[in-house]
């Protein structure tokens, strides 16, 4: 079935730093989302992006649908202990309604 | 506002036991989808439904059984709990517009 793959899996970065992921698929998709899950929460919708191309940002969050409509992209800037969990992405397969997502990239902030 | 609302929050069974794990939401959520959560497997959907009376299957619905009798409710149920079933689920609802919100999870154990 269609999979979204997820870069890096897992990453420790230093306050302060700034952090950069990847999403990949091997097909097209008209709308990228990205999700954070806080330790022992369920996800919470970050950034939706609609447009190839486009480039959103939500605070210190950017991301980016890739020009292809196979990849997107989050950026974090000036990490902070918060903001470690889970990341992840997701697309509508079926309509809006029918959502896969991805592996996931576990951030770990080192303070 | 509860939002999306799961019970149990944990729950450890024995295999070959049945059991429903709740979920309700109180936004008026056309659409509704359970997911389980593995690790380094990211998301994958179990069932889904697009309104009261209409479910379909996901990624991985096998031993998953699903019915929406009312636009709030969408419980899930194991006829027969393996070990393999042993996860973190979630339930999660969205409107028209893009985007899940999901329930906090039930830590299910099977042994």
């Known amino acids: 079935g269609q999979q979204l793959n997820q870069s890096p899996q897992s990453m420790f970065i230093q306050e302060g730093e700034d952090v950069s992921m990847n999403c990949t698929s091997s097909?097209?998709?008209?709308?990228w989302l990205w999700y954070k899950q806080d330790p022992g929460e369920g996800p919470v919708l970050l950034i939706a992006l609609y447009k190839a191309g486009e480039l959103t940002s939500n605070g210190r969050l950017t991301a980016q649908f890739g020009i292809t409509r196979k990849d997107s992209f989050l950026n974090i800037s000036a990490s902070i202990p918060s903001d470690v969990g889970i990341y992840f992405c997701?697309?509508?397969?079926?309509?809006?309604?029918?959502?896969?997502f991805g592996t996931g990239t576990r951030l770990k902030v080192l303070a | 506002n509860a939002g999306v609302t799961q019970t149990p929050k944990f729950q450890v069974l024995k295999t070959g036991q049945s059991m429903t794990l709740q979920c309700a939401q109180d936004?008026?959520?056309?659409?509704m989808s359970w997911y389980r959560q593995d690790p380094g497997m990211g998301l994958r959907l179990i069932h889904y439904?697009?309104?009261?009376?209409?479910?379909d299957q996901g990624e991985v619905p096998n031993g998953y059984n699903v019915s929406r009798s009312t636009t709030e409710d969408f419980p899930l149920r194991l006829l027969s709990a393996a070990p393999s079933q042993t996860s973190v689920y979630f339930c999660a609802s969205k409107g028209e517009s893009y985007g899940y919100t999901f329930g906090s999870g039930t830590r299910l154990t099977v042994v």
């Open positions: 439904s697009v309104g009261a009376g209409i479910t």
């Open positions: 936004m008026n959520h056309e659409y």
């Open positions: 097909s097209i998709f008209n709308t």
């Open positions: 997701a697309v509508p397969t079926s309509g809006t309604y029918k959502y896969i």
